[in-house]
């Protein structure tokens, strides 16, 4: 991702998904380095959620129950 004013690139990372539409993307300054760890749960988290329905929270990791999805669950997890 070329910021072409500065004359560098950020970091940047694209999850597609299979139909081809970009799911998540995360943009990190020029001094910090991408998380592949982190890369990896949301791309576990995106499968999770298209198999179940339900929400991947923050800190969720796999083989975790989720969250259920919806305007009225929102602040209660």
């Known amino acids: 991702m070329l910021n072409e004013s500065e004359g560098f690139a950020y970091r940047g990372s694209f999850i597609i998904d299979p139909e081809g539409k970009i799911s998540a993307w995360m943009t990190y300054p020029q001094p910090v ?45």
């Not at 198999?51 to 259920?68: E, F, L, M």
């Open 33 to 77: 380095g991408r998380n592949i760890d982190e890369l990896i749960r949301v791309i576990k988290g995106l499968q999770f959620n298209a198999s179940t329905g339900k929400g991947a929270q923050a800190g969720w990791t796999p083989g975790n129950p989720g969250i259920p999805l919806g305007w009225e669950y929102v602040g209660k997890y």
